[in-house]
T-cell receptor
Framework: KNQVEQSPQSLIILEGKNCTLQCNYTVSPFSNLRWYKQDTGRGPVSLTIMTFSENTKSNGRYTATLDADTKQSSLHITASQLSDSASYICVVSDRGSTLGRLYFGRGTQLTVWP | EADIYQTPRYLVIGTGKKITLECSQTMGHDKMYWYQQDPGMELHLIHYSYGVNSTEKGDLSSESTVSRIRTEHFPLTLESARPSHTSQYLC??????????????FGPGTRLLVL
């Protein structure tokens, strides 16, 4: 069964600190992996997208890594800000259909305290 | 911010009522999607469309129906709302590229509460 597991489920950090969120997946075949940020009461917004051949991708203070061999990805947030408080969702796409089906994780709820 | 809009943002309605959740996008995307998301849970695909007059059911069984008469408009209808329909409904659109690496752009969502 294709699955996407994220950890931790929730995380509280102080403003200015760094943190790393984890994503493990069993989706096969694999096309790409995305990290989305979802603010409370809003729709998800794409942060990064990585294909099989990419190991790392940055977007400002967000850096995503991908190890396609171990089927693991991480999202590192540097110098956290209060506005980083949100749910971070890992989404994996397969190659098995013309739709390019997406598999969603449940997200990590990040809270940044002042 | 993506040009995809959903109305209403919040809806409280009684059991048995018919409701339509609106979704519109101004990006000219062919593909559109409806997802259902409960708190702390993953998004579940309930409907999608490849283009005008194309609609398909998603992974999660849903009593809702959709239509795609215009490219920019993808409404979702519940003929008879029940408390089990209480959830957040997210609409999204995307444009496929030659490598099938498409990013979905999400609307702000509609939070539905059925009493």
């Amino acid at each position: 069964k294709n699955q996407v597991e994220q950890s931790p489920q929730s995380l509280i950090i102080l403003e200015g600190k760094n943190c790393t969120l984890q994503c493990n997946y069993t989706v096969s075949p694999f096309s790409n992996l995305r990290w989305y940020k979802q603010d409370t009461g809003r729709g998800p917004v794409s942060l990064t997208i990585m294909t099989f051949s990419e190991n790392t991708k940055s977007n400002g203070r967000y850096t995503a890594t991908l190890d396609a061999d171990t089927k693991q990805s991480s999202l590192h947030i540097t110098a956290s800000q209060l506005s980083d408080s949100a749910s971070y969702i890992c989404v994996v796409s397969d190659r098995g259909s013309t739709l390019g089906r997406l598999y969603f994780g449940r997200g990590t709820q990040l809270t940044v305290w002042p | 911010e993506a040009d995809i809009y959903q109305t209403p943002r919040y809806l409280v309605i009684g059991t048995g009522k018919k409701i339509t959740l609106e979704c519109s996008q101004t990006m000219g995307h062919d593909k559109m999607y409806w997802y259902q998301q409960d708190p702390g849970m993953e998004l579940h695909l309930i409907h999608y469309s490849y283009g005008v007059n194309s609609t398909e059911k998603g992974d999660l069984s849903s009593e809702s129906t959709v239509s795609r008469i215009r490219t920019e408009h993808f409404p979702l209808t519940l003929e008879s709302a029940r408390p089990s329909h209480t959830s957040q409904y997210l609409c999204a659109s995307s444009e496929p590229d030659q490598f099938r690496q498409e990013t979905q752009y999400f609307g702000p969502g509609t939070r539905l509460l059925v009493l």
